[in-house]
């Protein structure tokens, strides 16, 4: 909770929410290697959810690409086109459910090993990052008003859009960034409305975690154990 809410609101998740994590998984007994596996897990869990719910509506909502060619003219493309790409994220995302329940090989990269996860594992994947994403796009779904409202399936692939090129930017909270993509895509909201979402989002979504997580570290700093560990 408090690396991702250090992590989306100050930008550099590497640097910003990385150290927490680092420190606290550290003064409890872990290595920096386990930190770092754990920290990679939780980022392709992340990346998982994402891959998923984007396929789901570059499949179901082809139109929303379109939309975004005024902000980049290459994504002028054809609807079958962007259709196969979200068939094409949905069967990665089913073969790799269906690594872990066939128990496939482990991928070598020089020395290391990457092992898929147990299948209740990956159960609790498919179950906590789509839903993750999905609530929070349903904080801006249900500020925007009903007349013009494109739906939540719209509501949910801009933010997947905007909220992925965000963090890509690095930019804080994704600051500008959302906004373009969204007032691009919910063109039936006049543009007010769209910023008073966002806002209320980041509220929300971003703010409020960071003022609980605040105290939350200095109270572990004041509590804790040096980790010696790196």
Known sequence: FVTYALGHNLGM???SSG?????????KGLKATEVAALIAMCSFTFLFGTLLLLGAVLLYEPEIVLSLSNLIPQLVLPIWLVQT???TLLFLCALYVFGSWRTFKPFRIGTLD??????????????????EIMAAAGIIYFVLPEAGNPGYFVVLGAFILSF???LVSQAPGGLGVMEAVFL?????????NVIAALLIWRLLYLLLPLVVSIPIIFLFERSSVSCTDF
């Open 13 to 15: 998740s590497v640097l």
């Open 85 to 87: 790409a979200g068939c």
């Open 184 to 192: 691009a895509v919910i063109e039936t909201v006049p543009a007010t």
């Open 114 to 131: 990457i092992v898929y996860p147990r299948l209740g594992i990956v159960g609790r994947q498919i179950l906590a990052a789509p839903l």
């Open 164 to 166: 992925s090129a965000g």
């Open 19 to 27: 150290i927490v994590r680092l420190r606290a998984y550290c003064a």
